[in-house]
């Protein structure tokens, strides 16, 4: 068995360009991996089968949360054998413990299917094939190298920048559900509008330098206008400026270290989640192997 922690994302920016033919926006994101993970404990088995645990916490999660072939795990094991033509393709049982909000902008799914990947590289001791990564997601190649990074084109154009350790935050998920594809929908039928800046004390030194905007927030706000009273009442109980992850809804604001995070996350009420968590220098990653080679190899 292998065990593998997939992190959730964080967009400290995210400025997206107009639809191009593909039906794609492009983008131009600052990512960044924290220490709020999901955990997948993979093994061969006689027939594929997905267990998952801990959705059940997540008020609004395990609903929405499939265990057939359109969860992201089966996609990317897919994808994985597709890359492995040499390979005996084997079934295998997953169990998932889901600890990362659905639906909430955090790439909890694409950070399962990096998770995924992982643990079939561990099992069969082979590399993952990195070309056909981003078919899985746009968000999983990020989800597989972690850290902080400049995330251009589909996802798929990647640039570490040096880890960044100034700052705590506290991420907080209103009740409030969006779907990704409606987000870019209405940003498109907006007319591709910028969105707000955080700026000032509300920035911690190493992110000055960095525009932090989120484009799909004037979308996110137009589907669902509860979020701005959500946004007003953290920045209030919170005393600083918040920002928006992905296509929302998960808010988020920066704090000096995570004694005042985990002061702010406590005063926080009325969420689906709120977390103190601290920036993170690795994406998907074993944390435990005791699969056995000769059993893979055959
Ligand atoms: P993104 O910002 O990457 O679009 P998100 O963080 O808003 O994603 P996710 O939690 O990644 O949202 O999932 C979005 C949808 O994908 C879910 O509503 C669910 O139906 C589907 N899904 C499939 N597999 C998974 C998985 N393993 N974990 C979470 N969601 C999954």
């Known amino acids: 068995m292998i065990r593998v922690e997939a992190p959730a994302k964080l967009n400290f920016s995210l400025r997206v360009g ?9 983008l131009d994101s600052l990512v960044q991996t924290i220490n709020w993970q999901d955990e997948l404990a993979a093994q061969w088995w006689e027939d594929d089968i997905l267990e998952i645990t801990g959705a059940e916490d997540l008020a609004g999660g395990s609903a929405e949360l ?14 994985f ?17 889901k600890q990362i909000p659905t639906a909430a902008g955090l790439a909890g799914g694409s950070a399962d299917a990096a998770a995924t990947l992982v643990a079939l590289a ?10 056909g990564v981003p078919a899985i997601g746009s968000d999983v190649p990020f989800a597989l190298l972690g ?31 969006l779907s990704t594809p409606a987000v870019y929908r209405e940003w498109d039928r907006l007319g591709g509008p910028a969105g707000p800046a955080i700026k000032g004390r509300s920035v911690p030194p190493s992110l000055r ?16 206008p509860e979020l701005v009273e959500h946004r007003d009442h953290l920045g209030s109980i919170w005393g600083r400026e918040v920002a928006m992850s992905g296509s929302g809804p998960s808010l988020f604001g920066f704090f000096g270290d995570l004694d005042e995070a985990q002061e702010a996350a406590a005063a926080t009420s009325g ?28």
């Open 18 to 26: 107009s639809v191009e033919r593909s039906g794609f926006h492009p």
């Open 66 to 79: 499939p265990t057939g072939t359109d969860n992201l795990i089966w996609k990317a094991a897919e994808a």
């Open 81 to 97: 054998w597709q890359s492995q033509s040499d390979v005996r393709r084997k079934p295998m049982r997953v169990r998932l413990n």
């Open 122 to 131: 561990g099992l069969t001791r082979r590399s993952i094939d990195h070309g």
């Open 147 to 177: 850290g902080t990074a400049r995330m251009e084109g589909y996802g798929e154009q990647l640039t570490p920048v040096p880890p960044l350790s100034d700052f705590s935050l506290v991420v907080a998920v209103p009740p409030v559900t």
């Open 209 to 224: 330098g960095h525009d932090l905007v989120n484009d799909l927030y004037r979308a996110a706000i137009s589907l669902a």
């Open 271 to 298: 969420m689906r989640a709120v977390r103190a968590v601290d920036p993170v220098s690795h994406g998907a990653r074993v944390t435990w192997d005791e699969s056995d080679y000769t059993d893979t190899v055959r």
